[in-house]
Nanobody, 117 residues
């Protein structure tokens, strides 16, 4: 099982990035997918989620209207489009696959996003 995040980097405030998470080794369509982030000295927090069925989404209040989560089941990939980035968005962003009905949960290793001028 692998979740491999990519697309992080350094961006100026107000800029945009798109994170990708490529999944392999499990049946992607069976899993809800989520993005979490962890800033230095802070706990990991849920940023956005997308359901396996129907594709409904949810977002942390701090990113609503700026971030968009999506998934491409044909490519086994989940994305996080981040617009209007702020310095407080600086964190390591982690991809998560969740099948809570079976108690199964997978994590990627994370990708660093730094928002700074």
């Amino acid at each position: 099982v692998q979740l491999v995040e990519s697309g992080g980097g350094l961006v100026q405030p107000g800029g945009s990035l798109r994170l990708s998470c490529a999944a392999s080794g499990f049946t992607f369509t069976w899993y809800d997918m989520r993005w979490y982030r962890q800033a230095p000295g802070k706990e990991r927090e849920l940023v956005a989620g997308i359901k396996r069925v129907g594709g409904s989404t949810n977002y942390a209040d701090s990113v609503k209207g700026r971030f968009t989560i999506s998934r491409d089941n044909a490519k086994n990939t989940v994305y996080l489009r981040m617009n209007s980035l702020k310095p407080e968005d600086t964190a390591v962003y982690y991809c998560n696959a969740d099948r809570s009905s079976d108690g199964i949960n997978y994590w990627g290793k994370g990708t660093l996003v730094t928002v700074s001028s």
